[in-house]
C-alpha cells in the first residue's frame, strides 16, 4: 500500500513553493483591489481587430530602474503606470497594440518561490561581448535563480508565487487582479499562456499530483503503459473526460475570477479538437469576446488524428480558434526553426536577402530565385489569412488557391477564417528576428539596411489579414545574441531595455549546450561591433511599427473579417512568372460590387513589401489616370516612404528599396478625417528621456 498526501488539483491558492493548498474564496472582498471588476475591459468589435504583444513577467521590468526595486519583476510592476514599460505599452496601445500575451503565469514547478532559497548569477561584466563567461556564469545557476520561460504545470488554477511580494499567503490572488486591471485600465487585454498537455511530473515523483490520485488516468500512455513524453515532460490525456473537464474548469476560474480575455494553448496540437470546441463554448457563455488560440503542430503520439481528432492547423480550419501560421514565418526568415550550422547563413528568406542580397554561402543564383518568388507566393497567401480557398495567381502563372501553394509538402493556406490565421515572424521560441538576420545577411550589410530588414519582416506581419503577433522587444531590435531557445538563459540574455539603448546584442557568447555548435557562427559576428545598432535604430525601429499598428488601423480593410470579404477585396499584383522579385503589391478595395463599404475614407489601399535593395518601379493599366497619394501616416511618420512616389499618367509606382510603403486611392484633404496620427509623438516621452 502506498499512501500519498497530495495537494488539491483543483486548488486556487496555495503556500510558498506548493507545499499545501490553502482554503480562499475567491469571492472574499478581502482578495480583491478596490475597484475589481473582471467584466470592465477594453472594448473588442471583433477578433480580427486583435493585435497580441508576447511578453514575459520578469523581462517586462526586472531590469527596469523606473519600478520599485520590491514590485521588479513582479505582478505589482504592470501597476506603476509611468515606468519605462508600462509607458511602452500604453503608447503602444494608442497606436493600435489590443493584447499583452503573458507567458504561463500559473504555478510553475521549477522556479523556487523563496527567494532566499535562489542563487542569480554573477555575470563578469568585464567579459568581452563574444566571450563565455557570460554564459558559464547563467548555467552555473541555471536551476536555482528565479528566470526560466514557466511551462512546466504544477498546480493549473493558482497564480505563480514567484511573481508576487509575498508568495506564502493570497498576496498573490490580490496582485494578479491588480496587473489586469491595471492592463485593463491601461487600455490592453490581457492573455494567459496555458500549458494543459502536459505536468512537470508523473507517477510518485515528487512533484506529481494527478496520478498520485488517479494513477494512469490522467497522462496519456504508450501500448507499455508508460507516461507519453513527447511534450518533453508527462503529457496529459485530454481525449479522457476529467482531465478535459479539469481543463475547462481552470479556464472558467481564470476568466472569471480574474478577468483573462483570450488563452494561447501551449502545443494545442496535442489536445483534441473535441476538447478545444468545449473551451471554447464554455468561454463564450462567460464572455463572447473571449480569444483562443494555440499551436497547431502535429507531432507525438497523436499525429495525424491516432488517438483522436487532435487540435491542429488543418483539423481546427472552420473553428473560429487561431494557430500559429508557420509558413509565412519561414519565408519572410528563410529556412526553418530546426536550422543549424551553414544552413543557418544558406538559408536566406524574403527579409534576409534572400537572391537580391545574397551572402557569402549563395551566388544569386536561379534556384536561389525560385525559392525566393515560392516565399513570396507562401507570404502572399498569409496576407490573404492564409485562407485554404484564396485564389491568386502564383509564381508559374497558374491560377492556385492557398492550399495549392506548397510548404515542404503540406498546404500553406489552411484556414476559412481570418481570425484563425496567427501570423508573425518572432516568438520566443527560436532566434529573434533580429539575430537570423544577422546570420543570413552579408556582413557588410550597412545598418541601416539592417533596421529595414527587420522592420519589412514585422510590416508583412502587422498588414496580415488575421491576428498579428508581436514578440515583446522585436519592434526595438531585440537580440539574444543569437540564443536558439532562451528558456532557461536567465535574465541576462533575455533582457529587454525600454530606455531603447541597447537591444541586448553581444552580450557574450549564448549558452553552450543548446547553441554550442554554432558558436563557430556567433563568435566572430558578436565581436563584429559594427552588427550592434545604436540607440537611434531601436528608437527610429519603435516609431515604424508604431506608424504602422497605426496604419492597420485607419482601415477595416486591414482587418477584414470573413472569408468573403477576403476573397472579394484583396488583389495581388506582379505575381506570375514575369514578376518584380522580391516585391509584393497588395490591394484592398472598397469598390465591390454587390458589396457594402466599410471604409468611409478611402476607396482603395495599396501595399508595396519591396524586398530588394535597390529602388523598384511598378506600373499597371489599372492604375492608369488614378489618384493615389501616399497614406497621410506614412507621409507623416515614415521617411523611406516619402522617396516613394506616383504617376498618374502611366499607373507607375516608384518604390524605395528595403521597406513597406502604403499608398490610398481618396486621401481626405485633412488628416483628422483618419484616426489620430501620433506617430511623431508616440514614445518620444521616452526616447527623450
Known amino acids: 500500500m502506498v499512501n500519498n498526501l497530495v495537494?488539491?488539483?483543483?486548488?486556487?491558492?496555495?503556500?510558498?513553493?506548493?507545499?499545501y493548498g490553502w482554503l480562499v474564496d475567491l469571492n472574499d472582498p478581502a482578495l480583491k483591489p478596490q475597484g475589481w471588476n473582471p467584466m470592465a475591459k477594453p472594448p473588442l468589435a471583433a477578433p480580427e481587430d486583435i493585435v497580441l504583444y508576447e511578453l514575459h513577467m520578469r523581462d517586462f521590468s526586472v531590469n527596469d530602474p523606473t519600478v520599485p526595486a520590491a514590485d521588479r519583476g513582479k505582478y505589482t510592476a504592470f501597476t506603476h503606470l509611468t515606468s519605462n514599460g508600462m509607458r511602452h505599452l500604453i503608447t503602444a496601445a494608442q497606436a493600435g497594440l489590443t493584447h499583452v500575451h503573458l507567458l504561463p503565469v500559473f504555478d510553475i514547478a521549477t522556479i523556487n518561490e523563496d527567494p532566499a532559497q535562489r542563487v542569480e548569477p554573477n555575470i563578469p561584466l568585464t567579459a568581452t561581448a563574444d566571450s563565455p563567461e557570460q554564459q558559464a556564469a547563467v548555467v552555473a545557476v541555471a536551476d536555482q535563480d528565479a528566470f526560466n520561460w514557466g511551462y512546466d504545470p504544477y498546480h493549473y488554477t493558482v497564480p505563480?508565487?514567484?511573481?508576487?511580494t509575498n508568495p506564502n499567503d493570497t498576496t498573490r490572488i490580490v496582485e494578479f487582479r491588480k496587473m489586469v486591471?491595471?492592463?485593463?485600465?491601461?487600455?490592453?487585454?490581457?492573455?494567459?499562456?496555458?500549458?494543459?498537455?502536459?505536468?512537470?511530473?508523473?507517477?510518485?515523483?515528487?512533484?506529481?499530483?494527478?496520478?498520485?490520485?488517479?494513477p494512469g488516468y490522467y497522462h496519456?500512455?504508450?501500448?507499455?503503459?508508460?507516461?507519453?513524453?513527447?511534450?518533453?515532460?508527462?503529457?496529459?490525456?485530454?481525449?479522457?473526460?476529467?482531465?478535459?473537464?479539469?481543463?475547462?474548469?481552470?479556464?472558467k476560474v481564470w476568466a472569471t475570477q480574474y478577468g483573462v480575455d483570450a488563452f494561447r494553448f501551449d502545443l494545442m496540437g496535442h489536445h483534441m479538437k473535441s476538447n478545444m470546441l468545449k473551451v471554447q463554448q464554455e468561454l463564450a457563455a462567460i464572455d463572447p469576446t473571449i480569444y483562443i488560440y494555440g499551436e497547431g503542430w502535429n507531432f507525438g503520439e497523436v499525429a495525424n488524428d491516432a488517438r483522436g481528432v487532435n487540435a491542429t492547423q488543418l483539423n481546427m480550419a472552420g473553428t473560429g480558434i487561431g494557430t500559429f501560421n508557420d509558413r509565412l514565418r519561414d519565408a519572410v526568415r528563410g529556412g526553418g526553426p530546426f536550422d543549424g550550422g551553414?544552413?543557418?547563413?544558406?538559408?536566406?528568406?524574403?527579409?534576409?536577402?534572400?537572391?537580391?542580397?545574397p551572402n557569402a554561402n549563395n551566388t544569386g543564383s536561379d534556384a536561389e530565385k525560385n525559392r525566393l518568388l515560392l516565399y513570396a507566393d507562401q507570404i502572399r497567401v498569409g496576407l490573404a489569412g492564409n485562407l485554404a480557398d484564396y485564389e491568386f495567381v502564383d509564381r508559374t502563372g497558374a491560377t492556385v488557391k492557398g492550399s495549392q501553394v506548397d510548404y515542404n509538402g503540406s498546404p500553406a493556406g489552411y484556414t476559412q477564417?481570418?481570425?484563425e490565421h496567427i501570423v508573425y515572424s518572432e516568438a520566443h521560441d527560436n532566434q529573434t528576428l533580429y539575430d537570423i538576420i544577422a546570420y543570413k545577411l552579408p556582413l557588410t550589410t550597412t545598418m541601416a539596411n539592417r533596421v529595414r530588414y527587420q522592420q519589412l519582416g514585422l510590416d508583412v506581419v502587422l498588414l496580415s489579414q488575421g491576428v498579428p503577433f508581436i514578440h515583446a522587444g522585436s519592434e526595438m531590435l531585440r537580440s539574444k545574441s543569437f540564443d536558439r531557445d532562451s528558456y532557461n538563459s536567465g535574465d541576462w540574455f533575455n533582457r529587454l531595455d525600454f530606455t531603447y539603448q541597447s537591444n541586448n546584442y553581444g552580450v557574450g557568447l549564448p549558452v553552450q549546450g543548446v547553441n554550442g555548435a554554432n558558436w563557430n557562427l556567433i563568435q566572430p559576428r558578436l565581436a563584429n561591433a559594427s552588427l550592434k545598432p545604436a540607440p537611434a535604430d531601436i528608437q527610429a525601429t519603435v516609431a515604424h511599427i508604431a506608424n504602422t499598428l497605426q496604419i492597420r488601423k485607419s482601415s477595416p480593410l486591414f482587418r477584414l473579417q470573413t472569408e468573403a470579404d477576403i476573397m472579394a477585396r484583396l488583389k495581388f499584383y506582379n505575381t506570375g512568372a514575369q514578376q518584380i522579385p522580391g516585391l509584393i503589391v497588395m490591394s484592398l478595395s472598397d469598390k465591390v460590387n454587390g458589396m457594402p463599404d466599410l471604409d468611409p475614407t478611402w476607396e482603395e489601399v495599396l501595399v508595396f513589401f519591396n524586398a530588394s535593395d535597390e529602388q523598384v518601379n511598378f506600373a499597371h493599366p489599372d492604375f492608369i489616370n488614378q489618384q493615389f497619394s501616399l497614406h497621410p501616416l506614412e507621409a507623416a511618420a515614415n521617411p523611406v516612404a516619402r522617396a516613394a512616389g506616383f504617376d498618374p499618367a502611366t499607373g507607375r509606382f516608384t518604390i524605395p528599396p528595403l521597406?513597406?510603403?502604403?499608398?490610398?486611392?481618396?486621401?481626405?484633404?485633412?488628416?483628422?478625417?483618419v484616426d489620430e496620427p501620433q506617430s511623431q509623438k508616440l514614445f518620444l516621452p521616452m526616447i527623450d528621456r
Not at 505563480?160 to 508576487?164: A, I, K
Open 417 to 419: 477564417d481570418p481570425q
Open 7 to 19: 495537494t488539491d488539483p483543483y486548488a486556487v491558492a496555495l503556500n510558498m513553493n506548493s507545499e
Open 160 to 164: 505563480e508565487g514567484s511573481y508576487s
Open 342 to 357: 551553414d544552413s543557418l547563413v544558406t538559408n536566406q528568406g524574403f527579409a534576409s536577402g534572400l537572391w537580391t542580397n
Open 659 to 673: 521597406g513597406k510603403v502604403a499608398f490610398v486611392q481618396n486621401t481626405p484633404t485633412a488628416l483628422d478625417t
Open 181 to 214: 486591471q491595471a492592463l485593463h485600465a491601461a487600455g490592453l487585454r490581457v492573455v494567459m499562456d496555458v500549458v494543459y498537455n502536459h505536468t512537470n511530473a508523473s507517477g510518485q515523483a515528487q512533484r506529481s499530483v494527478l496520478d498520485k490520485i488517479v
Open 220 to 251: 496519456r500512455l504508450n501500448l507499455d503503459g508508460a507516461v507519453e513524453t513527447s511534450t518533453c515532460c508527462a503529457n496529459t490525456a485530454s481525449e479522457h473526460a476529467m482531465m478535459e473537464k479539469l481543463m475547462v474548469d481552470s479556464l
